[in-house]
């Protein structure tokens, strides 16, 4: 990791997080940062509570913290999702999401609906079309005709409209044809290294900590591992249940 972003201060701070559905606990008491500038990713199993943790942060889910701060002096658990949106936080959430009806380039004018720069979004609009120039060939049509790929790269489109501080992307590879997750990844890589601060919801374990700088493994709502990215993947315990018996 690059040391100006091993020394930066924490973007996001999260220490004690529970989530509960009903008499369920579902997060159970974890703690985590991202540092300005980089690229963190949770990994775990199924029903391991990352897409929980996602909502929470972005306002969908209600939780419990004793922290949960956002660039230094936000306090998240004061905001509703919308307010978070407009402090800078922006979930691309699994599934996509993205408005089935509504253009490719309408779903984009969603994205900006916090921003007031006509000028400025414009050209934040030719900036998503210069990483997913798919969009720009087929910014008329309805969304929801689109591929599964198609719409993920919509639905990161629409995130990085509003400018976002911090993306928060959940499982962009899920459902998606090999092809297509090396390109969603791919751009992911290129989103970190032009300085997106970045936190990664993934379930393929193995891409998620090759181009992440650090990592923070979830098992049964807790935290059961952390460090960084290199270090999580020669992992014994990583690598034999998240890796497959081959590792990386």
């Not at 020394?7 to 220490?15: D, F, K, Q």
């Not at 500038?37 to 913290?65: D, Q, R, W």
């Not at 089935?100 to 900006?112: C, H, P, S």
């Not at 992440?212 to 993947?233: F, H, K, N, T, W």
Request: charged share 20%; glycine share 10%.
């Amino acid at each position: 990791m690059p040391e100006a972003i091993s020394s930066a201060a924490p973007l996001l701070e999260v220490e004690q997080l529970w989530v509960r559905y009903g008499g369920i606990s579902a997060v159970k008491g974890i703690s985590f940062q991202v540092r300005q500038g980089e690229l963190v990713c949770l990994i775990g199993c199924n029903g391991a509570g990352k897409t929980t943790s996602l909502k929470a942060l972005a306002g969908l889910l209600p939780c419990e913290a004793r922290l949960a701060r956002l660039n230094g002096s936000i306090d998240l658990t004061e905001l509703a999702a919308h307010q978070r949106i407009a402090h800078g936080m922006a979930l691309v959430p699994e599934g996509r999401g993205v408005f089935a009806r509504l253009t490719i380039e309408e779903n984009l004018d969603m994205g900006a609906y916090s921003q007031k720069d006509r000028a400025q979004i414009a050209l934040d609009k030719e900036r998503v079309y210069a990483t997913f120039p798919r969009l720009k060939e087929r910014r008329q049509q309805a969304a929801g005709t689109m591929s599964g790929g198609e719409q993920q790269m919509l639905a990161m489109g629409r995130a990085l409209m509003g400018r976002p501080r911090l993306l928060l992307l959940d499982e962009p590879s899920m459902g998606l044809s090999p092809i297509m997750v090396d390109k969603i990844f791919e751009v992911v890589k290129t989103l970190h290294e032009a300085g997106t601060t970045i936190l990664l919801v993934e379930q393929n374990a193995n891409m998620a900590l090759q181009i992440a700088d650090r990592g923070y493994v979830l098992d049964s709502g807790e935290m059961l591992l952390s460090g960084p990215a290199q270090d999580l993947i020669t992992d014994p315990r990583v690598r034999e249940a998240y890796l497959g018996d081959g590792g990386v």
